[in-house]
């Protein structure tokens, strides 16, 4: 018995297999959010220094999925990150690394609060868009 597919039929599979992949994957993650209250008076200090951190952990960490950094409008000082990486043994690695430990160093007298929570999705939906 012969079994083929044509081309029509095999990208709308590998374009769901691949989707389904990368959704069960980025569930399967390990998330967290950091609410940061930052020192009004070297906030932009703050912001280069996290800036700095997050492009140095994706460019050299394969663990580190994706950071969304968000600050509230009417308190630019709050900031909220929200954190992914593919395991918890990811993250585990990625606060032992230099430009992480350098991060830290940095911001220690500019972090005021900071609060961290593990959290499970339980939804999402989006249209790809870059913030820098």
Do not use: C, W
């Amino acid at each position: 018995m012969n079994f083929r597919i044509s081309s029509a039929a095999f990208f709308p599979v590998f374009f769901f297999l691949l989707a389904s992949q990368a959704v069960s994957q980025h569930i399967s993650a390990y998330h967290r959010i950091a609410r940061i209250t930052v020192d009004k008076s070297r906030l932009n200090e703050y912001l280069d220094a996290l800036h700095s951190q997050m492009s140095a952990a994706l460019k050299n960490e394969k663990g580190v999925l994706e950071y969304i950094a968000v600050q509230e409008k009417d308190n630019p000082e709050k900031i909220i990150i929200f954190e992914t990486y593919a395991s918890p043994e990811a993250y585990q690695l990625h606060i032992q690394t230099e430009h992480f430990k350098k991060y830290k160093a940095t911001v220690a007298d500019m972090v005021l609060e900071l609060e961290l929570t593990d959290v499970v999705p339980v939804a999402r939906r989006s249209k790809k868009m870059s913030v820098n």
